[in-house]
């Protein structure tokens, strides 16, 4: 690189890898560069009440997303004039992973219980993606519920099904969602090599 113009200017050797790394981790340059592994497609299974207490996740899905792991996709990703959902379906069919937030209002949500939870644990089940479910308030699974009976088989993202916002310091709670996300997409990876 050169400093200084005219007479005064001279080179000077920068450390381009130290200098990169000011601006973006090497994780991510890998993530973007010719030898990265496909990234997976993960779908957000959500209830729009839910959707205030979720933005404290954003920064790990950013995070994954920035080291390669994840593309991420929810409804806010519908395009104006889009049907919505035609378009929810069909990202959900081309889904790698599914994280579903198991809350009071996704129990209660008519699209989850009918559309997008069923399709999920369908192409779980032919592991076409695979299910992952995060107890947000509360991990009470109905055993008379065929839907939660399909999801209570399923390990849980965090440990003892703890819901996220039971751990003493919520943000370890997320840091459990994150690693999961993390896990299942290698273990993935691995299975479709």
Known sequence: MTV????????????????????ESEAARKAAGPEAEARMQLFISYAH??????????????HLSQQGYIQVWNDRDLVPGEQWEAGITEALGRADIVLLFYTTAARVSDFIQTT??????????????????????????????PLEQRLKKLQCVTRDAQPVYDFEV?????????Q???RAVEARRKLLR
């Open 170 to 178: 919520v943000q370890k709670g997320w840091m459990e969602v994150e």
């Open 4 to 23: 200084g113009t005219g007479a005064e200017a001279k080179r000077v050797k920068l450390p381009v890898v130290a200098t990169l790394d000011t601006v």
């Open 49 to 62: 009440l839910n959707e205030k207490e979720l933005i404290p996740f954003r920064p790990h899905l950013t």
């Open 116 to 145: 997008e939870l069923p399709k999920a644990l369908a192409r779980s089940d032919a592991q076409q993606c695979t299910m992952l479910w995060v107890p947000l308030e509360r991990n009470d699974l109905d055993a008379k519920h």
């Open 180 to 182: 999961a996300i993390r």
